[in-house]
């Protein structure tokens, strides 16, 4: 039996707090390999479906989300009429990048594509670039209205 979920608020996502391996476990190495060939196309739409289960009602809780969730400090850095550009960075981003194992940023791609769509009222994609040198990922919310 499963609860009914309406949408989830900053402060009740911080009761749930974990720390340890096991996510990043389930997250690089099992869901791969259950997902297969089509894992980075559906880990971004399973990080759009869970934005829709979150009460972001604004950047900054949007930003508080995302630190959260232990995947690190989201900051705006560019604004332009046609796209967004986010930083990712913190010591979490650093460790994913020194894995052993292959790490990617599909799901926190989705999550803020789904997150800016609902918080403009505008349809828009979200792209990710990893820059190794300075270990931060780029994201890229470009409109597509």
């Known amino acids: 039996m499963s609860k009914k979920l309406e949408q989830l608020t900053i402060s009740q ?24 060939k089509e894992s980075n196309t ?5 990080g759009r479906d869970l934005a ?27 604004e332009k009429r046609k796209e967004l550009t986010f930083q990712l960075m913190a010591d979490s981003v650093v460790l994913r990048l020194q894995a052993p194992f292959e790490t990617e940023f599909r799901l926190e791609s989705g999550f803020l594509a789904e997150a800016i769509q609902q918080l403009l009222g505008r349809e828009c994609e979200c792209t990710e670039d990893v820059i190794h040198k300075i270990h931060t990922v780029k994201f890229t919310v470009i409109f597509t209205d």
């Open 52 to 78: 829709r289960k979150f009460e972001v009602d604004s950047m900054e809780t949007l930003c508080k989300t995302f630190k959260q969730m232990g995947w690190g400090e989201l900051e705006l850095v560019k």
């Open 13 to 36: 996502l911080s009761n749930l707090h974990t720390s340890g391996a096991g996510y990043d476990v389930l997250r690089y190495i099992s869901l791969p390999e259950l997902l297969g």
């Open 42 to 46: 559906l880990l971004y739409f399973i």
